[in-house]
C-alpha cells in the first residue's frame, strides 16, 4: 500500500517561507506527476504540479512565489513557499501519480495527509 507523508507545514509571517516536504513509501516504480493543492475555507484550488519530465505548471496566485520540485530517487515532492501571504493560509495536500509494483502496471492517484500552513502577523 502506498502512502504519502507530508512534512514541513507550520506558522509563519507574512512575507516568510516554508518548504513542504511530500515522501510516498511502499512497492513503488516510479512517480509521475507531482501536485500540490490547498483547501482554506470555501475554496480548494491546484497550487502547482510538475510532470515525470519535469515540466511544472503554477496557478496564478503563487506565481513567482513558489516553486515545486521532486527528487525521484527519494520518491518525495516538495513546494518552497516564499513571500507568504496571509491569504496563503491553508491546509496544503500532495498528490502523486505513482506507478506500483503490482498490477495493473500503470500511474494511480495517491493523496498525502495534509499539512497545515498559517501566515498571520
Known amino acids: 500500500q502506498v502512502q504519502l507523508v507530508e512534512s514541513g507545514g507550520g506558522l509563519v509571517q507574512p512575507g516568510g517561507s516554508l518548504r513542504l516536504s511530500c515522501a510516498a513509501s511502499?512497492?513503488?516504480?516510479?512517480?509521475?506527476?507531482v501536485a500540490w493543492y490547498r483547501q482554506a475555507p470555501s475554496k480548494r484550488e491546484l497550487v502547482a504540479s510538475i510532470t515525470d519530465d519535469y515540466t511544472t505548471n503554477y496557478a496564478d496566485s503563487v506565481k513567482g512565489r513558489f516553486t515545486i520540485s521532486r527528487d525521484n530517487d527519494k520518491n518525495t515532492g516538495y513546494l518552497q513557499m516564499d513571500g507568504l501571504k496571509p491569504d496563503d493560509t491553508a491546509v496544503y495536500y500532495c498528490?502523486?501519480?505513482?506507478?506500483?509494483?503490482?498490477?495493473?502496471?500503470?500511474?494511480?492517484?495517491?493523496w498525502g495527509q495534509g499539512t497545515q500552513v498559517a501566515v498571520s502577523s
Open positions: 498528490s502523486m501519480g505513482i506507478v506500483t509494483t503490482s498490477p495493473p502496471y500503470r500511474s494511480h492517484n495517491y
Open positions: 511502499g512497492s513503488i516504480v516510479r512517480m509521475n506527476t
